[in-house]
C-alpha cells in the first residue's frame, strides 16, 4: 500500500478557485441559496426541518432521504439498496479500501477526476485505458477487455464524463456490463451528470440496475448544484458490499451532517424543477461555446460535449496550457483547469459550461485571445 497522491486537480483549484471572479472550469451546476431550497419545502420537509436536532444521523442515511434517492434508480431499488456518504468523493473512497487490496489489479478509464485513479493505485496495480481527443474522447471497449487481468478486480468509468463530456452510447455501456460480468468484476460507475445529458435520448440506465456487482455513485453536487450540501451515496444490489462500505465510513463521516440531509430531501422531491433550470443555462451556454470555439478555431478545438457541464479543449498552441491559464487568471481572473492536473499528455483545458456568468466570463476570454497574437 503505497501513500495517496498529492491531489494535483484539488491543489490547484484550492488556491485559486475562491479568489478568481471567474470559475470557467466549474465541475458544477449553478447552486441555490438555503433559503431557496427551504422555499421548495413541502409540509413534511418544513415540519422536520423546523423540529430538527442536531444529533448524530443513521449511519446508512436518513431512511426518508435513502427512499427517495432509491427512486432515482427505479422499482427494483429501495432505501436498502443505498448508502449514503459525505459527497461523491468519500463514496469513492470507500468503495475503493472494501474492494481492493494489494493482491489485486483494477482498470480505470483517463483522464478522470483523480480520486478515480489515485486511490485504487495507492492500494494496488492499475492500469489506465487514456482516451483520446482524436476518436472524439470515445472508450474502445477492446482496449478495456485486453486490460483485464487474472486478478482483475474493478473497473472504474464515468459517464457523462469529467473533463470530457463524452458518453457511452446504450450498447457500449451493454457491453461494459457483460465484459464485467464475463470476468467477474466490480464496476464502479461515478454517475455524478447522470441527468445532464445534452440529448435526453442518451441517458443511460444506472449500472446499478444493470448488473448485480455494479456500483453507481451519485451525488447532490453536481447535477443539483448543491455541492455544500456534502451528500452523495452509492446504489448497488449486493448488501454485502453496501456493509463493508459503510465499514469504512465509520472511519470518516461517520454520518452526514443532518440539516444536509433534509434539504437534500427537499432537493431531490424538487428534482424536475431544479434540472430544468440547471439544463436551462447548460443549453444556452454550450451554444455560446459553439460560436466561440468557430470563432477560434485555429487556436482551439473542442468535441461537443454530450454530457455533464465540462469540456477538454485542445489548445494549438507553443505555449503550454498551464502558461495559458496562468495568463488568463492573471489578466482576466478566469480560472480553466491545464492537462497537467489530470497527468495527461498534450495540450488541453477543462473549460465548465453549468454557470449563470459563464457568458460574462467568455466575452473576457475573448478580450484576452484578441489582445494576445499566440
Ligand atoms: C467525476 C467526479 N466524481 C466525483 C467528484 C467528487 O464530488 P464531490 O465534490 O461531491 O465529493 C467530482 C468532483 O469534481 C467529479 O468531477
Not at 58 to 83: V, W
Not at 269 to 277: A, C, E, F, V
Request: proline share 4%.
Amino acid at each position: 500500500m503505497s501513500k495517496l497522491a498529492l491531489f494535483k486537480l484539488e491543489d490547484y483549484l484550492s488556491i485559486r478557485e475562491f479568489r478568481a471572479p471567474y470559475m470557467l472550469c466549474a465541475s458544477d451546476l449553478e447552486t441555490h441559496t438555503m433559503q431557496q431550497i427551504i422555499d421548495m419545502a413541502d409540509d413534511q420537509c418544513r415540519d422536520l426541518w423546523n423540529r430538527l436536532a442536531l444529533s448524530y444521523t443513521e449511519p446508512y442515511g436518513m431512511p426518508l432521504l435513502l427512499d427517495q434517492i432509491a427512486e432515482l434508480y427505479g422499482e427494483k431499488f429501495g432505501a436498502h439498496d443505498i448508502l449514503s456518504f459525505a459527497g461523491a468523493e468519500e463514496g469513492i473512497y470507500c468503495a475503493c479500501h472494501a474492494l481492493l487490496d494489494a493482491r489485486d489489479h483494477a482498470i480505470v478509464v483517463t483522464p478522470c477526476y483523480q480520486s478515480l485513479e489515485s486511490i485504487p493505485t495507492s492500494l494496488c496495480d492499475v492500469t489506465k485505458i487514456e482516451l483520446g481527443h482524436e476518436q472524439q474522447w470515445q472508450l474502445d471497449l477492446d482496449q478495456v477487455a485486453a486490460a483485464i487481468q487474472p486478478n482483475s478486480k474493478l473497473l472504474l468509468i464515468n459517464y457523462p464524463h469529467n473533463p470530457t463530456g463524452a458518453m457511452l452510447s446504450h450498447e457500449q455501456q451493454a457491453q461494459l456490463v457483460e465484459i464485467a460480468r464475463k470476468h467477474n468484476l466490480w464496476l464502479f460507475s461515478d454517475e455524478v451528470y447522470r441527468y445532464l445529458e445534452i440529448d435526453e435520448k442518451d441517458h443511460l440506465p444506472s449500472i446499478a440496475s444493470l448488473y448485480e456487482k455494479g456500483l453507481s455513485l451519485g451525488v447532490m453536487s453536481k447535477a443539483f448544484g448543491l455541492p455544500g450540501l456534502r451528500v452523495g451515496w452509492i446504489a448497488c444490489q449486493n448488501r454485502d458490499m453496501l456493509l463493508a462500505m459503510s465499514n469504512v465510513k465509520h472511519y470518516l463521516s461517520i454520518c452526514n451532517s443532518a440539516p444536509s440531509e433534509i434539504l437534500s430531501l427537499i432537493a431531490l422531491r424538487n428534482k424536475r424543477q431544479i434540472l430544468d433550470r440547471n439544463l436551462a443555462i447548460m443549453g444556452d451556454n454550450i451554444v455560446l461555446l459553439d460560436n466561440f470555439f468557430n470563432d477560434y478555431r485555429d487556436l482551439l478545438e473542442w468535441v461537443r460535449p454530450r454530457g455533464g457541464c465540462t469540456g477538454f479543449v485542445k489548445l494549438n498552441s507553443s505555449e503550454s496550457a498551464y502558461d495559458f491559464a496562468e495568463g488568463l487568471l492573471q489578466d482576466k481572473g478566469i480560472v480553466v483547469l491545464p492537462n497537467s492536473v489530470y497527468d495527461y499528455t498534450g495540450n488541453y483545458f477543462r473549460i465548465g459550461f453549468g454557470r449563470k456568468n459563464m457568458p460574462e466570463a467568455l466575452a473576457k476570454m475573448r478580450e484576452f485571445l484578441d489582445s494576445r497574437a499566440l
